[in-house]
């Protein structure tokens, strides 16, 4: 397969896509997947992609070369009255991130992570968020791209990136 993939902004035409992308977040481990509608109907994650795209929204879609949605990064801010997994204060968007598995370890992660962060920076943001469940690989990303754990719950940690 050809690594060659693009990156586009997401639309609000994008959020079942999105939510598709929450359950491949949802489910990264191999064999350990959770039925679709159990992970999209439970609030844990339908928070992150319900009403997509309202204000305060931003993200990321990677194409295939055939113009196939393989991944998606994107931000959201949630009120501390509904917090989502890696909420740290007012102010700091939560990044959500999920990329489809036959196009993991092809760089499509990392583009989109850093075009997000890009992106969080010129819209003004100072630090950015994201949970990860602490066996998952994608630390190892996050990590390199300057992300630190700053909140270890049961099982995840919430790590955040200073974009300034």
């Not at 977040?25 to 999209?40: C, F, L, Q, S, Y």
């Not at 305060?56 to 931000?75: K, N, Q, R």
């Amino acid at each position: 397969m050809a690594s060659s993939f693009s990156i586009r902004p997401a639309t609000q035409a994008d959020g079942a896509f999105l939510g598709d992308m929450v359950v491949e977040a949802a489910n990264w481990r191999r064999g350990g997947a959770r039925p679709k509608h159990e992970v999209i109907t439970s609030s844990d994650h339908s928070r992150y992609v319900a009403g997509w795209m309202r204000p305060g929204d931003a993200g990321l879609v990677a194409l295939s070369p055939h113009g196939e949605p393989i991944g998606a990064a994107w931000y959201r801010m949630l009120p501390r009255s509904d917090p989502g997994f890696a909420y740290v204060g007012t102010g700091v968007p939560e990044l959500i991130i999920g990329v489809r598995p036959i196009w993991r370890a092809h760089g499509v992660g990392r583009a989109l992570l850093q075009g997000l962060c890009d992106l969080a920076r010129a819209n003004g943001y100072a630090r950015i968020s994201l949970s990860v469940e602490r066996d998952n690989f994608a630390t190892t990303l996050y990590r390199s791209e300057g992300f630190a754990v700053t909140q270890s719950g049961i099982g995840r940690d919430t790590m955040v990136k200073r974009l300034r």
